[in-house]
């Protein structure tokens, strides 16, 4: 009813005379009706906690008792006295400097093979996908955990060829590695926005550079990969902001010590243990505002670089 | 040192489907030579046969006497314009029109020479550092052609590269076409479905429809002996106008009127006559019908009627020059008898 009224006041030009206020809130009040439940998350999950934390980040909390202010006190804590921070930061980077560009290398791959107009892409696709879906959820970390341990699948496969694989999950110089194998296994979402890529670049293309006598490789390097740039810098940005996320799997495989010797130590894992641990919410907070600040400027540098290696077609 | 290309039975098949039904032709050396017909005629297909996009599946493609069935497309000798002109995106004027050059890894001094002589030869100097997207319709049009001569090919193909681009400019690239063939001496095949640009560049067009040749043959040779109904309908501007008739030995009769054509024909037929052949003043030829005036359209230079026989068959009429036609006027139709056409009841044409 409120819908067929808003339809029938726009379609008409005759105004009725009443004040500005009035005649907005007429006009708008059901679309702010819709918006209700987004506004209602975004300012009461979203808005609020961000500046409420941003308040505890300066300072010292412990949930029961009221915060205590403490100033720029937890930031220099964090920069001049935390082995444990410097850790989490090193296996954070360690994690996205490996993981981000082999999952995209490994996504444009599988996304190169099926583009190249198999029977049964729609199933193929599906399946590939799958891992995506399934790839962050605890059941899979724990399934992975069973994989990489001492007696698991990996080793059990190893010992046919008469290797005795380590532990791979205790091993603190594999541990990291089992995490980032288990990140390029969940290729499928970038894949799928690849292949919609590929998709899109036009098949004469290809066919006029087959008549300039290039090679499958050089149409690769020369055509795809530039014109499949904008694909490549958006799945770029969204992986690299996952993996500064990522959680799950290094809580569960690690039992939510980040061990061995922190070599599982993700920033979020240790922000989750400040903060739920030993209730240091303060330190937490200004824990969540770093992270926050790293993803912004690397997001922020990839956009000022864009312009050199990204080509947009029109 | 052109080239000639011969085709021998070629046939291009998808499955089960056949879409070139063993195609037979000869081009010349330095020939300008047209393949027109209607959409899925099948030729882009054929074009996409002899440039090495498409497998053949079954007859033989020579090109200067060899024959180059499973050579790869880049072996072949031959450029392409594509409809679309496929210039590369991300690539500046200059870098597109060299990537073929520096694929096959020539000296760069020499890449510099021939890019400059292309853009010369096409007016597109100033445009060299642009990329694509920062050209009008009509300068990739240039671009993509560019790219066709820096690579100094034996043999260019033009798939529809005109169609994009507005009528005015069309006219215009045309004729700078026509030239460029003039200066090169290449033989060029160009496929179009638009049969002006047919008639006004090929040196030999050849009629194609449903993966048959209809007809091959010069332009003028085409439009004044057409092997079949087809052809006739299909070159020529406006249409030839059809209208049924019957054959009675030496004269074909119409609803009222009865022509001595001097050719023999019995039974069902088809008056073929075009427009521009009719008039309608007493004593310039004979009379083939009686016309009912619906529309006149005056061009200036011409007189365009549109009219219906008196047994309701529609024909078109074009006049030299201005004339005076009353609409809903009732007029009688001539048309010199040596300039007609007739077809017999399986629309072939009757000499």
Known sequence: ?314 | MATSIQLRQLKKAYGDVQVIHGVDLTIEPGDFTVFVGPSGCGKSTLLRMIAGLEPITGGDLLIDGQRMNEVPAAKRGIAMVFQSYALYPHMSVYQNLAFGLETAKMPKAEIEKRVQRAAEILKIEPLLKRKPKQLSGGQRQRVAIGRAIVREPKIFLFDEPLSNLDAELRVAMRVEIAKLHNDLGNTMIYVTHDQVEAMTMADKIVVLRAGVIEQAGAPLDLYNNPRNLFVAGFIGSPKMNFLTATGEGDTVRTANAALPLGRSATGAATLGIRPEHITLVEGTGAKFADLRVDLVENLGGQTVVYATTTDGQPLTVVLEGQRQVDIGSTVAAYVDPAKAQVFNAEGLAIR
């Open chain 1, 1 to 314: 009813m409120t819908v067929q009224h808003v339809a029938s006041t726009s379609a008409t030009s005759e105004v009725p005379k009443t004040s500005v206020w009035a005649r907005i809130w007429q006009q708008d009040a059901p679309g702010y009706l819709f918006l209700l439940p987004w506004f209602i998350g975004f300012f009461g999950l979203t808005l609020g906690p961000m500046i409420s934390s941003l308040y505890l980040s300066f300072t010292k909390f412990d949930l029961l008792t009221s915060p205590d202010w403490v100033g720029a006190g937890n930031y220099v804590r964090m920069f001049t006295n935390d082995p444990k921070f410097a850790a989490s930061m090193r296996v954070t980077f360690f994690f996205v400097i490996f993981s981000v560009p082999l999952k995209l290398a490994f996504a444009l791959g599988v996304a190169l093979l099926l583009n190249r107009g198999m029977k049964g892409l729609p199933l193929y696709r599906a399946l590939f996908y799958l891992p995506s879906l399934l790839g962050a959820s605890v059941a899979i970390a724990i399934l992975w955990r069973q994989i990489f341990a001492g007696d698991g699948l990996v080793n059990k496969f190893l010992s046919v060829f008469g290797i005795v694989g380590p532990s791979w999950i205790s091993n603190p110089n594999y541990s990291l590695w089992t995490l980032i194998i288990l990140a390029i296994w969940q290729f499928g979402s970038p894949m799928i926005i690849f292949l919609a890529g590929l998709r899109q670049i036009p098949q004469d293309m290809y066919e006029a550079a087959s008549l300039d006598g290039a090679s499958k490789w050089r149409q690769f390097w020369k055509i795809t990969l530039p014109l499949l740039t904008p694909v490549v810098f958006f799945n770029a940005i969204i992986q690299t902001i996952e993996a500064f996320k990522s959680f799950t799997p290094a809580f569960i495989i690690s039992g939510g010590t980040g061990n061995p010797i922190n070599s599982t130590l993700f920033y979020t894992l240790y922000l989750y243990q400040e903060a739920f641990g030993f209730f240091r919410m303060g330190y937490a907070s200004a824990l969540a505002w770093v992270l926050l600040a790293i993803v912004a400027a690397f997001t922020a540098f990839s956009f000022l670089t864009s312009k050199y290696w990204v080509h947009y077609d029109d």
